[in-house]
């Protein structure tokens, strides 16, 4: 069975392209364009992996990591975040909301394919 990654970005070209690279790898793909929307979409739904960013309007992604940790059928649930942000405070923050991993924009989607699987849950 195909795992499920939830994919947060307001960008729609971005959130196209990391769609593109994790189907190609065989994932299910759930695609939302801010933290509220997020957290619409995955209510009562089991979600493998979330790859959130940092900077959206409505929630931004660490209130949003934040509030994904507050529920418990998505309290382990591994979140990557993918950022323009590369300031070590930043990255703190999302480390302490209780982000996993922390890859840059412009990204190599084999990098970020890595991360994923390394991290995705059984």
């Known amino acids: 069975m195909a795992k499920t ?7 729609s070209s971005l959130r196209q392209v990391v769609g593109i690279a994790l189907k ?3 994932y299910d793909v ?12 995955i209510t009562g739904q089991k979600v ?16 949003f990591v934040k ?9 382990f649930v591994p979140i990557i975040m993918l950022t323009t942000e590369s300031q070590e405070a930043k990255k703190q923050e999302g480390q302490a909301a ?9 990204f190599q989607p084999a990098q970020m394919l890595t ?8």
Do not use: R, Y
């Open 5 to 11: 990654i939830l994919v947060v970005d307001d960008s």
């Open 24 to 26: 190609g790898a065989g």
């Open 30 to 41: 759930i695609e939302a364009c801010d933290g509220k929307d997020a957290l619409g979409k």
């Open 48 to 63: 493998h992996l979330i790859i959130s960013d940092v900077n959206m309007p409505n929630m931004d992604g660490i209130t």
């Open 67 to 75: 509030e994904v940790k507050k529920i418990a059928e998505h309290k």
């Open 98 to 106: 209780g982000a996993k991993a922390w890859v840059v924009k412009p």
């Open 115 to 122: 991360a994923v699987s390394k991290l995705v849950m059984p």
